[in-house]
């Protein structure tokens, strides 16, 4: 190869990496253009805001604390009871492990 020839390739290939930096800016400024442009038209939001019902229960005082006893409410606290539909409709995560995977309990001392 002669010297001419190793320029001409040398500038070649530094139009094509100019050209290739020239549309990456370009691309870039555009993208950064659109983000902008939706941000202050686009401000929605995706979901109602969630408003509870109002409760009969606001009305009632609470019941008179006695010191050393029980810290009093006024709805008594009820245990959560499960749907009967639902019991054992509950399936496991994984299946059981096969008998050889399975170690023996391990000994208290």
């Known amino acids: 190869m002669t010297g001419n020839d ?4 040398l500038k070649v290939d530094l ?10 800016v370009v691309v870039s400024g555009m993208s950064l253009a659109q983000i902008r442009a939706e941000q202050r038209t686009e401000l929605a939001q995706a979901t109602q ?3 509870g019902t109002p409760s ?5 005082t609470p019941a008179e604390a006695k010191p050393g006893g029980d810290r009093p409410t006024t709805p ?3 245990p959560a009871r ?17 008998a050889e995977k399975v170690a023996p309990p391990i000994q208290q001392k």
């Not at 094509?16 to 549309?23: D, G, N, P």
């Not at 499960?82 to 096969?98: E, F, R, V």
């Open 82 to 98: 499960p749907d009967p539909q639902t019991q054992g409709a509950a399936k496991p995560a994984l299946p059981p492990a096969p």
């Open 6 to 9: 190793r320029e001409r390739r």
């Open 76 to 78: 008594a606290p009820e």
């Open 56 to 60: 009969n229960d606001q009305d009632k």
């Open 15 to 24: 139009m094509i990496a100019c050209a290739l930096f020239a549309a990456g």
């Open 49 to 51: 805001p969630l408003q």
